[in-house]
């Protein structure tokens, strides 16, 4: 086997999360707790297989899994059998060979790398003993002879071909996800693969989800299965709506099987209940008067972050007091450099031009220097460049129709110029009332499972306060 192929074979089954030891002890572990409630591993594996099983990733490991099934059961038919001997002679070979293209720690650290134990490495090694192997016999050639790696596919996809290929998909009432011939992958396994296959943060997001669910809805002892339904409707049809204000030719519907999910599967997933429940917390909680007294109560807190916006854009220059190789100029240099480019801006199309040409900011520059709405306390925006706005706004700046530069100003890093080209007022209840509500369901989201709350108890080694 080359080296390359063998090392393709690493990336493309090794799982990047640790192996679940726990569930060599029990049947049905726990993996996640936080703030009073567990997350079982089969609750788990039916969200991955819900979130996962038809997505791109998914759809590689089932066919990982089947290929490797199929190969063993061709293995028996042909009474081939790989040794450990054989597995340790190419462990060796592909670890010289490692050593000798400049990777010194050879094959066990790329091993360790990726999370896979040996055991682990030392069975698709094995699988990738048998199929040269079979290969071989299939087409005539001798013990010795050289075999690509395109002529295995080839003649595996062939073998696949001729036994037939089922997938039944879910919900798998049989239990089994693949079957080609006698060769049959489970749901069960499918799913610990795919589980595996996870980074860990979409293993963590699915642990969280899976507890908040549980935490909100515990807040209402009272909700009715048919009340929950409707809240989940409703989830559903906002959901639908801001779909198909962003994509009107594309159905929601065929997002969602683009995606490889559907509307069931939806109606499952935590995260959309997650939402459903924290509106219906929210208006069960404090109904439309509520909502008021709690805007009234706190005004400067919504206004500050929803209110009255400059529409801003911004060029930066890397400066500091002092000139090194990494600080091209002092602050009093850039802001000089600044004034002049403030001097030579008509309109937001100059200003633009000028971030195109000049600006240091990566990530501000690729929207040609559009900050977007800045309100008085908007938590995305520097504060620097909020204080310069309102500041210049409350002294009675005007926003002329060609905009207006603001600036120079310092950060940390360097000195800025703004433009602002438009400026909104603070809207009305209508648009307020739903900023209101979106606020209550995050302060309900934090309060139900704090940051630290959760430890994941799957894999060898826990790990708490991932949220």
């Not at 759809?59 to 293995?75: C, I, N, P």
Request: aromatic fraction near 6%; charge should be negative.
């Amino acid at each position: 086997m080359l080296l390359s192929s063998a090392l393709s074979l690493l990336l493309a089954l090794a799982p990047p999360t640790a192996p679940a030891a726990a569930t060599v002890f029990q049947a049905d572990p726990v993996v996640a707790r936080g703030a009073g409630f567990e997350v079982r591993l089969s609750e788990l594996d039916d969200l991955v297989l819900d979130r996962f099983a038809a997505s791109e990733k998914g759809r590689d490991v089932l066919e990982l899994l089947t290929r490797s099934r199929v190969l063993d059961s061709l293995a028996r038919e042909a009474g081939l059998r790989v040794g450990d001997r054989d597995v340790a002679e190419l462990w060796r070979t592909l670890d010289a060979q490692l050593r000798a293209s400049g990777e010194l720690k050879g094959l066990d650290a790329q091993i360790e790398e990726r999370g896979v134990t040996q055991d682990e490495f030392r069975e698709l090694l094995r699988l990738s003993i048998v199929q040269e192997r079979l290969t071989r016999r299939a087409l005539g050639l001798k013990e010795d002879d050289p075999v690509t790696e395109s002529q295995q596919e080839v003649w595996l996809d062939q073998e696949l071909s001729a036994r037939g290929l089922e997938r039944p998909g879910p919900p798998w009432a049989e239990g089994i996800a693949a079957r080609s011939g006698d060769a049959v992958v489970t749901k069960a396994e499918f799913a610990e693969t795919l589980r595996r296959r996870l980074s860990p943060e979409e293993l963590q997001e699915a642990c969280w989800h899976l507890l908040l669910e549980r935490a909100i809805e515990a807040r209402m002892p009272d909700l009715a299965p048919a009340e929950l339904e409707r809240a989940i409707d409703e989830e559903i049809a906002r959901r639908r709506a801001q779909h198909e204000a962003s994509y009107p030719a594309l159905s929601f519907e065929q997002r969602l099987a683009a995606a490889g999910r559907n509307l069931e599967s939806l109606r499952r997933d935590p995260a959309v209940r997650i939402a459903a429940l924290s509106h219906l917390w929210v208006d069960r909680t404090y109904g439309e008067e509520g909502l008021r007294k709690t805007y009234e109560d706190d005004r400067a807190f919504f206004e500050g972050r929803f209110g009255k916006a400059a529409h801003t854009s911004a060029l930066f220059l890397v400066a500091g007091r002092f000139r090194n190789d990494l600080v091209p100029r002092t602050f009093d240099e850039a802001d000089a450099q600044l004034r002049k480019m403030a001097n030579r801006a008509g309109d937001l199309a100059d200003f633009q031009a000028l971030v195109d040409r000049f600006s240091e900011e990566p990530k501000s520059k690729e929207r040609h220097g559009e900050l977007g709405w800045v309100t008085r306390d908007n938590p995305k925006i520097l504060p620097p460049i909020r204080e310069a706005v309102f500041d210049f706004l409350d002294a009675g700046g005007t926003v002329p129709t060609q905009g207006v530069a603001v600036g120079p100003l310092r950060t940390e890093s360097g000195s800025v110029l703004l433009w602002l080209d438009a400026l909104r007022p603070s809207p009305g209840w209508e648009t307020m009332r739903e900023h209101v509500h979106a606020e209550l369901r995050r302060r309900l989201v934090v309060d139900a499972m704090p940051t630290g709350a959760m430890e994941i108890l799957i894999g060898n080694e826990q790990k708490e306060g991932a949220r």
